[in-house]
């Protein structure tokens, strides 16, 4: 299957991505693991390398299932996404945080459901609007010094909020 570059990020993508939100019990109901494994490894057998999931699918279900699914397959021809925003309480309730020391607790959690060193794109699942842009610029920047996340985006954030996160960087 072709590749794409994707924006700015230099990651060469399959113009189909294979998305994980179905594995979130609480939107879709339950799911076969089994079925979704397989799935996704006949995806990548097809040409699809491009993978998105989220730290919220299943409240980490879905990243775990991920990571199952890519264990065997070759790391370097795989591009991971996961999103970052919600804080997740023990009753199941959540609220935004994408306050820095919240990214990195979720970043180091996503590394691991995944069974991977480096996330590929790291998004922003949605706008935080009462953590300063700089502190998460500054966290996300970091994040990509240390080598745990390669590029990084946006997910669900409107114009005006993307323009002011770009104001910031990294």
């Known amino acids: 299957m072709q590749r794409v570059t994707l924006g700015e990020s230099g990651l060469a993508v399959s113009p189909v991505a294979f998305g994980t939100w179905q594995l979130s019990p609480r939107f879709w109901g339950e799911q076969s693991k089994e079925d979704a494994i397989a799935a996704m490894k006949l995806a990548f057998n097809e040409g699809i390398n491009f993978f998105d999931t989220a730290d919220a699918y299943g409240d980490g279900y879905a990243e775990t299932v991920l990571g199952e699914a890519i264990r065997d397959l070759p790391r370097d021809e795989l591009v991971i996404a996961t999103k970052v925003f919600n804080h997740f309480n023990p009753d199941a309730s959540r609220y935004p945080d994408l306050s820095p020391p919240h990214i990195v607790q979720r970043c180091e959690a996503s590394l691991k459901r995944l069974g991977v060193e480096t996330i590929d794109l790291y998004l922003l699942h949605s706008c935080d609007e009462l953590t300063p842009l700089a502190d998460v610029a500054e966290t996300l ?30």
């Open 141 to 170: 920047g970091r994040l990509r010094e240390q080598g745990k996340i390669r590029t990084l985006g946006v997910s669900n954030h409107t114009v005006e909020q993307l323009r002011a996160q770009r104001r910031f960087g990294p």
